[in-house]
């Protein structure tokens, strides 16, 4: 599957989910985790090395969902703090970025989108979500890339252009300030697909 299609399905999934009560990337990846786990289920007993990749990636995407959670959540889900975002702006300026990912993400578009001047949007969004509208951004854009990293086998320079850096150099800097490790280290990590923990629990048969 080309990285293309992925982020159409990706995206396709994350509308489906535009009128529910968690965010749009919730939906996303706990349709894309249970995909992997319901593989692993089929593939368990014909061909376990499969099977065990199949999972390792399921709970890699649900590490990295609670970490993400954890770091692009507003503050407060419900009551605006002070001198923040109204809830309806905060949910709108995180599907206005979700759905720009690919292209220039402009400090006035947003601020445009929920009709605050930019230097009003700034204090807000940054009181509302605990950073800078420039370092969330980033975080978004890592979090998409770990999961087309996840979810396919392209290569890094075409993953970088879809999550909306500006070249792969651009893609492996910001992704080891935010994560602490080159974007191929991290790959390697969670898509390890080894057999030798099963081969070395297996009884010899008799």
Not at 9 to 35: C, H, I, M, P, Y
Not at 53 to 58: E, G, L, N, R
Not at 61 to 82: G, Q
Not at 138 to 146: D, E, F, I, P, S
Request: charged share 25%.
């Amino acid at each position: 599957m080309g990285v293309l299609q992925v982020v159409e399905d990706f995206d396709r999934t994350e509308l489906q989910n535009q009128l529910s009560s968690k965010s749009l990337s919730d939906g996303a990846s706990l349709t894309a985790v249970t995909a992997f786990l319901d593989t692993a289920l089929r593939l368990w007993d014909e061909d376990r090395c499969h099977a065990k990749s199949q999972v390792q990636v399921a709970a890699a995407m649900m590490r990295d969902f609670a970490d993400d959670h954890a770091c692009t959540a507003p503050l407060s889900a419900s009551v605006p703090c002070k001198g923040g975002l109204a809830p309806w702006q905060s949910r709108k300026v995180r599907e206005f970025i979700d759905a720009s990912m690919t292209s220039r993400i402009r400090l006035g578009d947003c601020a445009s989108e929920v009709r605050l001047s930019k230097s009003h949007f700034s204090r807000a969004f940054k009181a509302t979500f605990g950073t800078t509208v420039g370092r969330y951004v980033r975080l978004r854009r890592v979090q998409r890339a770990k999961r087309l990293m996840l979810m396919s086998h392209e290569p890094l320079s075409q993953i970088a252009l879809a999550c909306g850096f500006g070249g792969q150099a651009h893609f492996c800097r910001v992704f080891r300030d935010v994560v602490g490790i080159s974007p191929n280290s991290w790959r390697r990590q969670n898509m390890s697909s080894t057999c030798t923990d099963i081969i070395a629990t297996k009884k010899p048969t008799v």
